[in-house]
Every structure is written in C-alpha cells, then in structure tokens.
C-alpha cells in the first residue's frame, strides 16, 4: 500500500517538475576527464556546457591571459623593458631572455604568450606595476571589477604559489572580456612569431606557441581555433583556456587539471567547440526585432490635433546578441514565433506618451506558449493630452508588421496546452489518491469496530467465570 501512494506522489511530482518547462537543451555526451570543464558563447556569455566550473583551482600559465590585457591597456607597447635578474631568474618555461637584455614591450607580449615565458611575465609586471607585488594588486583590481569573485592572483605567470587561485567560470570572464581587445585577440592567435635582434642577441629568434591546436602539422590541429593559452604544473595539472570561431559564433573552451600528461585537453577542446557549433547559434536579435517593424498602438486621452495613435519600436531586452539551439533559432528566424503585446496602460496608452519612453512589452513564445524572448517597447514619437478629459476607449493594438503573430489571450504564461493537460491529470490523479486514502482509513475503523464486537462475549464469560 505505502509502495503505491509513494508512486502516486512521485508521479504527482514529475508532472509538477515539467509543467510550464522549455525542453532541455542539447547536451554534450562526449567523455569529459579533467577536473574543471567550461564552454561559452564569447558573445552573449551563455554557457554551453560546465563541469565543476565553479570549483576552485590553480591557473598556472593560463594567469598571463590577465597578464596580458593588463599591460595592453596600461603600458606603452612601443616601449623598450630592460630585463632584471629577477625576471630573468625564473624557473619553468621561459622565452631565455638575460639581465640587461633590452626587449621592446610589444614584442616581450608576444614571448609571453606564445613561448609562454615566465621570464618574459615578471618582465611586464615589474614594467607596468613597478614589482611583482604592484602588479598582483593590478590583477586583482580588475578581477574584481569584472566581478571575478573567486579569483585571487599573487604571481604574474601563474607558478605555483600559496593564495593563487581561481575558477573555470571566472577565466571564462576574463577571457570573454580580454578577446574583444584586438591586439589580444591577434597575440594569441599567432602560431608563431619572430623576435627581432638587440643588445645581447645579435639575431632574431622565433618563438612557437605551446597551444597545439594552432599549428597545422600538429595532430591536435583544430582549423577553427583562434587562441589562447595553455598552462601546466604539478599542482594545477595541464590546462587550456581556447577560443574557436565559425559560421560568425564564436567559442571559449576552458580545461583544468588534465592528468591524461596533457593529452585529454587537445582533442576534448575541439569536441566541445564541435558540439557547440553543431547544436547552438548565436542571433542578432535586435536585428530581428528591427526586421519585424514598429508596432502601431492607439492611444487614449491625445489632443485632438496630437496624433490618436503611436509607433513603437523593439528593442531587445537582453542584449543584442543571444544563444539559441538551433531549432528555437530557426524558428525565430522564420517568424514562426507568436507575439503577445503587454502595454503598460492596458489596452491602449493614455497620453502624455515621451518619444523614447518604455511602454511596454512584446513576448515571443513557441507552439507550448514557453517564452522565448521578450522586448522591450519604445514609443518612437511624443503625443500630448488633451486638455479636457476625453471618455476611455479600449481599441487593440493594431497589427504589427513583424512577421510573427498574436498570442491567444492569456497564452504565454509560460505554461502551453500541454502543461494545462498535464496540470489536469495531475489534478485528476490527486483526487484519486485522497479518495483511495479516505478508503483505506474507513476500511481500518471498520476492521476496528468488528473486533471490539468479538471481544464482548468472551469478556463476560471471564466475569461469570471468576
């Protein structure tokens, strides 16, 4: 019996987990070994795929990432770096510059990022923050202002030192942010790059860059891959924080703590960006929103030589990018969405409407009346009151040039024809269990009243007994 309330329960529960709910997205089924996984969409920030994103670990090299878009917004690039013993006494993987080596910063960037030299990252900290300690405050400061809240840097190349930590979610910020720096974007994208002569190398020397998916002959070569950089220490493990572009998206892979010796992170990296590319795009959907035309509303109380209805435009209420897969993309591209207009006066405004005023909005939503996306109505044109009231009116917005159409009345809720059936049945299956429990409690008492009538004679005759 309980077996078969605890089974009502949990279909009761299901049913109430699904109403109203999207259908999940696609999800990645490839094998994920590392520690820390994370993919992005480098232009609206949406996550495609995580795995301990926000567990903390070590960054190793993958810290010059900050090291790097500090020094492009604060130092001048044109500017000659004079190494210093310490800078050139660092251990681990190193550009091989020495004391005293004069090195133009632009170029010293690039040693950094490619040859992955420590040398070369204590060289740019102490350039532009005076010492390596100045610099760890640097990195903090704009840490926190890109609300990288669990993140805390000490060192600038990302060597293993107490307190320096950081997350796969927070380096997906920061590397969101750093590629839309073009002089970042274009350093980590080389494979490659010449380091000219100076004062202690008589000729120039080419460096090569540690990501692997960047060079053609390598067999971890991915032709999508535009970035970023790797990293590797005993206690971090091997990473890579890459960066892919196709067909106008672009992608952001992160990998923390690969124990494979680094091997796992190359071709696990290419198959997130292909899952990705494959399942997800990226819309331009105020570009959308724009396509589909102003929407025409009348409007109540306007002055008689005001005009009695007004335009007004989209505009996209999460910004201009978002990330779809590709069937909802599809279709909102086809305009086989249904519209719902929200005014923030009813039916219609009620005048005085200011030209660039927010009066509202319009929902987009699918065949279940799940909400897809929603703007933002802006009213194009400014309309008086008149100056004696003037009888309401409810008149409908008029149609709209947007190639979608408008939702029944009170569809979009966000729960569709199919969760009101399944509402209906769970509603249907919770009468039946407190009818089937009212039941089985009647069945007790009965069961109850007939033993208490067998006990009675057996109890008198004990008393004539005695």
């Known amino acids: 019996m309980k077996k078969i309330i605890a089974l009502l329960f949990a279909v009761l529960l ?10 999940a997205a696609p999800e990645f089924d490839g094998k994920v070994e590392p520690f820390a996984v994370l993919l992005m969409d480098a232009d609206t920030g949406a996550v495609l795929y995580a795995k301990n ?83 760890a405050e640097l990195m903090n400061k704009k840490a926190q202002e890109l609300g990288m809240a669990h993140t805390h840097f000490v060192a600038p190349h990302g060597m293993h030192v107490e ?56 067999q971890y070569y991915y032709k999508y891959a535009t970035g970023v950089k790797t990293g590797s220490t005993p ?44 399942n997800f795009r990226t819309l331009n959907i105020q570009a959308v929103m724009d396509a589909a035309g102003p929407v025409s509303v009348p409007v109540q109380g306007a002055a008689e030589d005001a005009p009695q209805t007004v335009q007004l435009s989209i505009k996209n209420a999460a910004g201009e990018y978002q990330t779809f897969d590709k069937d909802t993309a599809d279709k909102i ?41 929603r703007g933002v109505l802006v009213a194009q044109e400014s309309v008086e009151a008149a100056s004696e009231p003037v009888p309401e009116t409810s008149p409908a917005p ?31 299956l919770l009468i039946l269990l407190i009818l089937f429990s009212a039941l089985l409690i009647a069945r007790k008492r009965r069961y109850a009243r007939r033993r208490a009538r067998r006990r009675r004679p057996s109890q008198h005759s004990s008393q004539r007994g005695r």
């Not at 133009?104 to 390596?132: H, I």
Request: glycine share 10%; aromatic share 6%; charged share 20%.
């Open 53 to 135: 994103a926000d567990e903390r670990v070590e960054p190793a090299s993958t810290t010059k990432i900050m090291t790097l878009i500090i020094a492009l917004e604060q130092a001048d690039l044109d500017s000659v770096v004079t190494i210093s013993a310490k800078a050139a006494g660092q251990r681990g993987s190193l550009l091989k510059v020495s004391a005293g080596e004069k090195i133009v910063m632009r170029d010293l960037l690039y040693g950094m990022m490619l040859a992955s030299g420590n040398d070369a990252a204590m060289a740019v900290a102490e350039a532009v923050g005076g010492s390596e300690e100045g610099f």
């Open 235 to 278: 206690a971090a493990g091997d990473c890579l924080v890459s960066s892919a572009t196709k067909d106008g998206m672009n992608l952001i892979c992160l990998v923390f703590g690969d124990e494979f010796n680094g091997y796992r992170r190359w071709p696990l990296s290419a198959e997130l960006f292909e899952f990705g590319f494959k």
């Open 333 to 373: 591209e086809s305009g086989a969405l249904t519209s719902r207009i929200t005014l923030s006066g009813g039916d219609a405004l009620t005048a005085p409407v200011t030209a660039g005023s927010e009066v509202g909005t319009i929902d987009y939503l699918d065949d279940a009346g799940n909400l897809i996306y």
């Open 163 to 218: 307190n320096h930590y950081t997350t796969a979610s927070d380096m997906a910020i920061l590397t969101r942010y750093a590629m839309q720096n073009p002089d970042f974007a274009h350093i980590v994208a080389q494979a490659s790059y010449t380091m000219p002569a100076n004062n202690k190398k008589s000729a120039p020397w080419e460096v090569k860059n540690t990501n692997k998916l960047l060079h053609s002959d390598d």
């Open 398 to 428: 008029s149609g709209t040039r947007s190639p979608v159409t408008r939702a029944p009345e009170g569809a979009g809720s966000g729960i569709g024809t199919l969760g009101w059936i399944l509402i209906a049945v769970g509603g249907v």
């Open 14 to 23: 299901s049913l109430t987990a699904f109403t109203g709910t999207a259908l």
